[in-house]
């Protein structure tokens, strides 16, 4: 059993900064590939950022000067931190995480936060 909770939505005027936090616990042997995806109203999820185990990271081009992923595997959480915001990216967030359940038998299993609202409004 696995539980992802994310933190650190809000409101905030463009230019502003936000950071999210998504934690993960549960039984797990060990988390793999990280990343944060968003919806917003009408439009599809898209795929925000990733970061994987050894701290490789890609970004969607849209964020890409403005947001930074990061990750703490001692404390199971993944961070994005967003700079310069823009009314474009509001979103409802959501973190996903590639956790390692079992080793024998091999299982993996991908996990989703339930979603923290970022509201980016002058």
């Known amino acids: 059993q696995v539980q992802l909770v994310e933190s650190g939505g809000g409101l905030v005027q463009p230019g502003g900064s936000l950071r999210l936090s998504c934690a993960a616990s549960?039984?797990?042997?060990?988390?793999?590939?990280m990343g944060w995806y968003r919806q917003a109203p009408g439009k599809q999820r898209e795929l925000v950022a990733t970061i994987t185990r050894g701290g490789s990271t890609t970004y969607v081009d849209s964020v890409k000067d403005r947001f930074s992923i990061s990750r703490d595997n001692g404390k199971n959480t993944v961070y994005l931190q967003m700079n310069s915001l823009k009314p474009e990216d509001t979103a409802v967030y959501y973190c996903?995480?590639?956790?390692?359940?079992?080793?024998?038998?091999?299982?993996?299993?991908?996990?989703w936060g339930q979603g923290t609202q970022v509201t980016v409004s002058s």
């Open positions: 996903n995480v590639m956790v390692v359940t079992s080793m024998w038998p091999p299982r993996t299993n991908d996990y």
């Open positions: 549960g039984r797990m042997f060990s988390i793999n590939n």
